[in-house]
C-alpha cells in the first residue's frame, strides 16, 4: 500500500461521518477563540495552550459521537438521564461549595459539574420518550415530559446556577414544542409565567434581583452590580466599525472588563474586532444554526429530528443570551460565549452535541428499537 493511499484511506475513517460545512465553521470558530483567549488573557500563552487542549479534547469526543449510530443514542438516554439525575442529587448533599454555589461534585481524581451531562441528557430522554408516542399524544405524555424536563432544572437552580438552568430548560423546552405542543398550551403556561412573577421574585437570591434591577438601570451602581455591563458596552462601542486591531483593545489590555475569558469575551472581541468582526462572529453562528435545522429536517425519524432541532435551538440560546447579557439587553447570568469562552466543560458538551449532529447527518437509516 501506498503512502498517499494509507493516507487517503486514514482520513475517510476519520472524516466519513464528519458534517463538511459543520466542521469547517466549528475549526473558524476554535481558531477565532484561540486568537481572542490569547489577547483577553493578558497574551498568556498558557492560557491559549489550555484552550487549544480544550478544543482538542472536545474534537476527540466530537469523532467518538459522530461514529455512535443514534438507534445506538436512543439506549443510552435513559442511562445518561439518570446517571445525572443521580450526580445531581449527590451535588446537593455533597457537592463542594465555591464562591456561594454548591455546583461541583469532587470524585477524589477530579472534579466535576454534573449539570454539563444534562445538556445532552434532558433532551436525549426527551426526543426517546417522544419518538416512542409518536402514534398519537394527550395532555398526561406532555405533563410527564414536563416533570422530566422540571427535576433537573429545579436541582440545577437550587445550586444556584441560573444560567445553566436556563439553558437545560431551553434544550427540553424545545423537544416539547417541535413535538407539537399546542399553542394554548404554550399560551397558558405564557400567562401562569407572568402570574407567577411576584413568587418568582421572592425566591430569587438577593445577587439574582439585583441583576434584574441593574439590567433597567446599570448606572445605580457603577462600581458594583452594573460595572460588567457599562464596561463591556464602553468596549464594544469604542471598537468602532472595524476595531481598534488584535492586541489593541484599550478596555481589555488595561484589565477594565471583568470575566474577559470567558463570560465577557464577547466585549474584547467588540473592541479589537469592530462592528465588522461582530457581524463576521453572528455569520459563523448562523451558518451552525442554519446547517443543524438542515439536519433535523432531513433526518428519518422523530426521535433524531426532535433531538437535531433541540440542540441546534439549545445553542442559538446560548449565543443569544451570551450576547444579550453582554450588549445590556439581559441580565447577567453567566453563560459563556459559545465557542469563543475559554472553558473545557461548556466546549465539551457543545462538541458532543455537534457529534449527536453529524451522527444524524451521516447515519442515513435509524433501525427501529
Do not use: C
Request: no cysteine; glycine share 10%; charged share 10%.
Amino acid at each position: 500500500m501506498s503512502p498517499r493511499t494509507l493516507i487517503d484511506r486514514t482520513f475517510d475513517v476519520f472524516a466519513r461521518r464528519l458534517d463538511g460545512p459543520l466542521m469547517v465553521t466549528l475549526v473558524v470558530l476554535a481558531a477565532l477563540s484561540l486568537a481572542v483567549v490569547f489577547s483577553a488573557s493578558g497574551q498568556s500563552m498558557d492560557r491559549a495552550l489550555g484552550q487549544a487542549r480544550n478544543f482538542a479534547v472536545a474534537l476527540v469526543v466530537l469523532w467518538v459521537v459522530a461514529n455512535i449510530p443514534p438507534q445506538q443514542l436512543m439506549r443510552l438516554a435513559i442511562p445518561i438521564y439518570i446517571a445525572g439525575l443521580l450526580l445531581l442529587i449527590s451535588v446537593a448533599l455533597f457537592g463542594d461549595i465555591r464562591n456561594g454555589a454548591r455546583r461541583w461534585l469532587s470524585l477524589g481524581f477530579a472534579t466535576v459539574q454534573p449539570s454539563e451531562i444534562m445538556k445532552i441528557g434532558v433532551p436525549l430522554l426527551l426526543a426517546w420518550y417522544f419518538h416512542r408516542k409518536e402514534e398519537g399524544l394527550n395532555i398526561k405524555d406532555y405533563a410527564i415530559a414536563a416533570l422530566i424536563l422540571m427535576l433537573p432544572t429545579a436541582l440545577i437552580m437550587r445550586q444556584p446556577d441560573l444560567g445553566t438552568s436556563v439553558l437545560i430548560f431551553s434544550s427540553g423546552f424545545f423537544v416539547i414544542f417541535l413535538a407539537g405542543l399546542s399553542w394554548k398550551l404554550i399560551i397558558t403556561a405564557g400567562i401562569a409565567g407572568v402570574a407567577a412573577l411576584p413568587f418568582a421574585w421572592s425566591m430569587m437570591h438577593d445577587y439574582q434581583r439585583n441583576r434584574v434591577l441593574t439590567l433597567l438601570d446599570p448606572s445605580t451602581d457603577p462600581l458594583g452590580a452594573g460595572y460588567h455591563i457599562i464596561q463591556s458596552t464602553i468596549a464594544i462601542g469604542s471598537g468602532g466599525v472595524f476595531g481598534k486591531g488584535w492586541l489593541n483593545g484599550s478596555q481589555s489590555q488595561l484589565d477594565f472588563i471583568p470575566e474577559r475569558s470567558t463570560d465577557f469575551i464577547l466585549a474584547v472581541f467588540g473592541e479589537e474586532f469592530g462592528l465588522v468582526g461582530l457581524l463576521l462572529l453572528v455569520t459563523l453562528y448562523m451558518i451552525i444554526i442554519g446547517r443543524g435545522l438542515m439536519i433535523a429536517m432531513n433526518a428519518p425519524t422523530s426521535f433524531s429530528r426532535l433531538l437535531a432541532g433541540a440542540i441546534t435551538m439549545t445553542f442559538f440560546t446560548y449565543a443569544f443570551v451570551n450576547i444579550g447579557m453582554v450588549t445590556g439587553i439581559l441580565p447577567v447570568v453567566g453563560v459563556p460565549l459559545p465557542l469563543v469562552s475559554y472553558g473545557g466543560t461548556a466546549i465539551l458538551s457543545m462538541f458532543m452535541g455537534f457529534g449527536i449532529l453529524m451522527s444524524i447527518s451521516t447515519h442515513k437509516r435509524l433501525v427501529s428499537t
